[in-house]
């Protein structure tokens, strides 16, 4: 059982808080510290503590806190409650600007056991996609297309995806309008639908010799009409979406990534995502089989094992230079 505390109680927060309550054979939440008075009346019925101040949360002795404050104050945070002797799950980006990356790294010390909850790379599809060029059937892999997650996410999954190691990149961006109807936001369907009269980004970004082209919208996040795409090339082949063509013996082939998805059409076991498979593999085994979660609750489920895994000695998953890095490299996308 890994029991952690939440620093936070936005959004992002909330997510924690959840999963808490999704998976009570995994996880146990020692509190949550909650500073804003009208936030905490939300929380005044809440099956678990809910505290003024980190002190009091770090008083119950959890396994580590979970930092999930608003980007701004993100570094700070995370510096302070490591200071005071706690293992921090810090939520990203680390720093909203090079300014915030150097007070925190100024603090940092040999002592201090952080990492950094970059999620994407546990996603599903991604952590599939992976493990499906890992088996190197498309050769040399030196161009990604992701439109799919912001910014450090994305760069973080590129970086992920084509082994670039601490490779700055050059960065070209470009802005296309693209107006869309928006419906939904993170408080579900709009009362009514509106145009949102925005932009598309579009970076190149060009390693020694591989590259990573970005295509976003801030719309996609709660989109149908504005879908997910992923590309992968390599010398041998690519990977589209869920379908992959590859030579072999100079004959090309192709093989689909299905999602072995469980509580339709009738179906009775439960609505879940148990795993992806392809051409007779396993690429992809879901860790909480059984539970209804999301693909992005799973992947923060999957950081919560990682660091529970991480502050009994494991390996450090995402530590805070990755996240840096990561940040630094999307401060030049804009």
Wanted: hydrophobic share 40%; aromatic share 12%.
């Amino acid at each position: 059982m890994i029991t952690y505390g939440v620093v936070g109680a936005g959004w992002r927060a909330e997510f924690y808080i959840r999963l808490a309550s999704l998976l009570p054979d995994r996880f146990s939440l020692a509190g949550v510290v909650v500073r804003n008075p009208e936030t905490q009346k939300k929380y005044a019925a809440a099956p678990f503590p809910v505290f003024e101040d980190a002190d009091s949360l770090l008083a119950r002795r959890p396994d580590f806190v979970v930092s999930a404050v608003n980007k701004a104050s993100m570094a700070d945070v995370s510096a302070s409650l490591a200071e005071k002797g706690a293992a921090v799950l810090m939520e990203t980006p680390l720093g909203v600007s090079a300014e915030d990356q150097e007070r925190f790294f100024a603090r940092l010390r040999p002592s201090f056991r952080i990492q950094v909850a970059e999620q994407y790379r546990f996603q599903p599809r991604f952590a599939a996609a992976k493990a499906l060029l890992d088996e190197g059937i498309l050769g040399d892999v030196r161009q990604v297309y992701l439109s799919a997650c912001h910014d450090y996410h994305a760069v973080s999954l590129a970086r992920f995806f084509l082994h670039t190691g601490s490779e700055i990149p050059a960065v070209d961006v470009f802005y296309l309008d693209d107006p869309v109807v928006r419906y939904a936001g993170r408080e579900g369907m709009l009362p009514e639908p509106c145009l949102n009269d925005g932009k598309s980004k579009l970076c190149l970004l060009q390693f020694r010799n591989k590259s990573f082209l970005y295509d976003f919208c801030q719309t996609q996040y709660f989109s149908r009409i504005r879908g997910n795409l992923l590309r992968i090339r390599g010398s041998n082949g690519e990977l589209t979406g869920d379908r992959c063509v590859y030579l072999r013996d100079g004959v090309p082939m192709t093989r689909e990534l299905v999602r072995n998805a469980y509580g339709a059409n009738g179906d009775l076991e439960g609505l879940y995502l148990a795993e992806i498979v392809s051409e007779g593999r396993t690429l992809y085994r879901n860790p909480f089989p059984g539970v209804r979660l999301t693909d992005e609750e799973i992947a923060v489920a999957t950081c919560l094992v990682k660091m529970g895994a991480y502050v009994e000695g494991g390996e450090a998953f995402y530590p805070p230079e990755e996240a840096a890095l990561d940040a630094r490299i999307a401060f030049r996308m804009t």
